[in-house]
């Protein structure tokens, strides 16, 4: 059987955080799940929602903003917008990762991204369509 832990330990930590990750794998899951979203300049960042409003003290959905504006959200206990490969370097190969391509046109910034942190072999890519 596999533990995933959905948005990081969100029972315990803001979902989707560096804290809620690092508390999974505190937990002993084999694998996290995360969804991802690109800013207003192209950047992936770990979000579920398509707006800021309900997990930060932003408002607003995630592509109007720039990375640099996105990251001055914080949640309920201070933890901020991620970026993919913020959580990729936390996470590492200590467990597996489920990556959830919350848009179109992202798959191949982030297929770039997991060659070049050498993780092919530790991330698992599903997608989504709101449509």
Not at 56 to 63: A, H, R, S, Y
Not at 103 to 128: A, G, H, N
Request: aromatic letters at 4%; charged letters at 35%; a negative charge.
């Amino acid at each position: 059987m596999l533990k995933i832990g959905h948005r990081g330990a969100r029972a315990y930590e803001p979902e989707n955080t560096l804290a809620s990750f690092r508390r999974a794998i505190e937990l002993g899951v084999d694998a996290v799940e995360l969804d991802i979203r690109k800013t207003r300049d192209n950047e992936l960042v770990v979000i579920h929602n398509a707006d800021v409003n309900k997990t930060t003290n932003g408002n607003g959905p995630v592509n109007s903003f720039t990375l640099e504006e996105i990251q001055k959200f914080v949640t309920e206990k201070g933890e901020h917008i991620p970026t993919l490969e913020d959580v990729l370097d936390v996470v590492g190969k200590r467990v597996k990762v489920l990556v959830e391509l919350k848009e179109p046109d992202t798959e191949k910034k982030v297929i770039e991204l997991i060659r070049r942190k050498k993780l092919m072999d530790d991330v698992i890519l599903i997608s989504f369509d709101e449509n």
